[in-house]
């Protein structure tokens, strides 16, 4: 089945104590990118990826890193998250060749800093 | 920065009755998409529309496209409970198809 997953769905964790939240997707897509989802302001760009090697910033990078090593992976790092990056995050992927950017997304990952 | 904005905010309906939702943007587009969201999970692609349409239609979904006045109506018929969700749209700006910005969303409510 062609699916981006996320993993953990669901994580608590304390201030300053870094963690990753993976994202792999198995359609070939060149562009993977990540957002936050917050009450009432939708969805936010993080980072995204045009393919292997490509990182650029979105709209809220602060305090984000990502990586992408290969096509299928796109981890997002918080090396030292704080209680403003309780969010709902998604990752999404598209095939950039198809002209106009459709993105599949993964089913998100409920992050709490406290 | 948010470049669409839907209206309304919330919308409850009966089933069988339609259901209209806005999108207004800022800038000259290359297109625009309507994707859905159940509860807390992932979004969902629907329909696209490109800067040079002005209507497309896809199942029980209609979409139109005014680029004079910038906005974008997503029209859905004979509306069911299952339809219940928060809708978005999502622009691609001119020059830049392939970064998409989102709206804040409007949460439809089918009531049974």
């Known amino acids: 089945e062609a699916q981006v997953t996320q993993n953990p769905r669901y994580l608590i964790t304390v201030t300053g104590k870094k963690l990753t939240v993976t994202c792999s997707q198995n359609?070939?897509?060149?562009?993977m990118s990540w957002y936050r989802q917050d009450p009432g302001l939708g969805l936010r760009q993080i980072y995204y990826?045009?393919?292997?090697?490509?990182?650029d910033k979105g709209d809220v990078p602060e305090g984000y890193k990502v990586s992408r090593k290969e096509k299928r992976n796109f981890p997002l790092i918080l090396e030292s998250p704080s209680p403003n990056q309780t969010s709902l995050y998604f990752c999404a992927s598209s095939l950039l060749s198809s002209g106009a950017n459709v993105l599949t997304f993964g089913a998100g990952s409920r992050l709490t800093v406290l | 920065s948010q470049q669409g904005e839907e209206d309304p905010q919330a919308l409850s309906i009966q089933e069988g009755e339609n259901a209209t939702m806005n999108c207004s943007y800022k800038?000259?587009?290359?297109?625009l998409q309507w994707y859905r969201q159940n509860s807390g999970r992932g979004l969902v692609h629907l329909i696209l529309i490109r800067s040079n349409e002005r209507e497309k239609h896809s199942g029980r979904l209609r979409v139109t496209l005014d680029t004079s006045k910038k906005s974008s109506s997503l029209l859905i018929t004979a509306s069911r409970a299952a339809d219940t969700a928060s809708y978005f749209c999502a622009t691609a700006l001119s020059g830049s198809a392939r970064q998409l910005t989102f709206g804040s969303g409007t949460q439809l409510t089918v009531l049974p």
């Open positions: 359609m070939n897509h060149e562009y």
């Open positions: 990826s045009m393919n292997v090697e490509v990182t």
């Open positions: 800038t000259s587009i290359n297109n």
